[in-house]
């Protein structure tokens, strides 16, 4: 069915870090897998987004990784501050929607 | 994601009452699309529009109705049908409802119960 698994559900990491989040997906026709990031009471935003015809993406800090054959995407953060701090979600597009993961609560502590 | 407004910011139900949240945007995007997000949940859609006066039922769509006369609106009516309304509501737009399009969303309405 449509579904995404997001793991893990809380991380915690020390300032200057890095912090990795997996999602896996289970329809192989997916082909766009979007990264979002929402502080508390605030809108998700778009921070990275990566399409089923290339491997990795990366901006700045931030990067994510599709393993098509495994059916899962990943999201790494590296030199983690406080102010990444925020509840990150990932989705997967089957047909024509979104789906979305639980969401990972990411604490970084200085 | 300025141009997607969504009003009121807090908004209180009555048992029995429909209320109607408002989302308008100025992007100029055909599809626009209905979230609600519970506590420690994921997004799940309740209904999607892909463009003027056309629009499809998501995952969740039993008691919230909608409408799409104009291709920048796109109101929810959360129906008295609808047992367990408190949630957060968000609205979202993207160029098109094809291909890899990413979607931008407003800040949310909240809804309770009083």
């Known amino acids: 069915g449509e579904n995404v698994e997001q793991h893990p559900s809380t991380l915690s990491v020390q300032e200057g870090d890095s912090a990795v989040i997996k999602c896996t997906y289970s329809?192989?026709?997916?082909?766009?897998f979007p990264w979002y990031k929402q502080e508390l009471g605030k809108r998700p935003q778009l921070i990275i987004d990566?399409?089923?015809?290339?491997g990795e993406k990366k901006d700045q800090r931030i990067a994510v990784t599709l393993n098509k054959t495994a059916k899962h995407f990943s999201l790494h953060i590296t030199e983690t501050q406080p102010e990444d701090s925020a509840v990150y979600f990932c989705?997967?597009?089957?047909?024509?929607?979104?789906?979305f993961g639980a969401g990972t609560i990411l604490r970084v502590k200085s | 994601d300025g141009g997607i407004t969504q009003s009121p910011k807090y908004l209180f139900r009555k048992e029995g009452q429909n209320v109607t949240l408002s989302c308008e945007q100025n992007?100029?995007?055909?599809?626009m699309y209905w979230y609600r997000q519970d506590p420690g949940q994921g997004l799940r859609l309740i209904y999607y529009?892909?463009?003027?006066?056309?629009?499809q039922k998501g995952d969740i769509a039993e008691g919230y109705s909608v409408s799409r006369e104009k291709k920048e609106s796109f109101p929810l009516t959360v129906t008295s049908a609808q047992k367990n309304p408190t949630a957060f509501y968000l609205c979202?737009?993207?160029?098109?409802?094809?291909?890899?399009?990413?979607?931008?969303f407003g800040d949310g309405t909240r809804l309770s119960i009083l």
């Open positions: 979202a737009s993207s160029i098109a409802w094809t291909g890899a399009q990413p979607q931008h």
């Open positions: 329809d192989s026709a997916s082909n766009y």
């Open positions: 990566i399409r089923s015809n290339v």
């Open positions: 989705a997967a597009k089957y047909g024509n929607k979104l789906v």
């Open positions: 992007l100029n995007h055909d599809a």
């Open positions: 529009s892909q463009i003027v006066n056309d629009f």
